[in-house]
């Protein structure tokens, strides 16, 4: 098989984007939740701000989309305003752009939407009240793709169908009683 055969199936996988699927054991993790606060990690180039992709961009259109399933959202200026926050399950966004070196109009990304909530150790002796106790990422979903910078502000709907999946995830876990 010529090489150049092998290159075109690598560049179409690398350039598909692909979604985790969810287990029926990660969809439980989020039983019972009540509150959860949005952090958001994304770039600070000038041309993602520009689509609409800055942090607090993110955050509102997250927020929202979460208010409106009817999941309880704290606010996340309030929280950090709180000298004793409490410890909240945590919806963490995080996004990645590369700028291509020779094509500079191309971007890679990567995202990633997950869910950490505290956990409990069983391995550390509990010695006091959060001796064993920390953050771990219970649910997630991700994906990488190639976008055109003129398209960089589709990536705000690639970031919204992985929040769907976790509202999704969270309604069939916590069905409302009728």
């Keep these: 098989m010529k090489p150049r055969l092998l290159i075109v199936p690598l560049l179409v996988l690398f350039l598909t984007t692909f979604a985790q699927a969810q287990t029926e054991m990660e969809r439980q993790t989020l039983k019972g939740l009540t509150n959860f606060l949005v952090l958001i990690e994304s770039p600070e180039q000038t041309e993602a701000q520009k689509s609409g992709l800055s942090q607090e961009q993110i955050r509102t259109q997250v927020e929202l989309r979460l208010r409106n399933a009817h999941i309880p959202v704290t606010n996340y200026d309030d929280w950090m305003k709180d000298k004793n926050p409490p410890r909240l399950p945590l919806i963490s966004v995080t996004l990645h752009l590369f700028q291509h ?5 191309m971007y890679a990304f990567s995202l990633r939407v997950e869910l950490r ?21 219970t649910w997630s979903t991700s994906m ?31 069905p409302t009683k009728p």
């Design 117 to 137: 909530q505290e956990v409990y150790l069983k391995a550390i002796p509990l010695r006091d009240q959060s001796g064993s106790i920390t953050y771990a990422t």
């Design 101 to 105: 070196d020779k094509l500079p109009e």
């Design 144 to 174: 990488t793709g190639m976008v055109g910078s003129s398209n960089l502000s589709s990536i705000r709907s690639d970031i919204l169908d992985r929040v769907d999946k976790f509202i999704n995830d969270y309604l069939a876990a916590n």
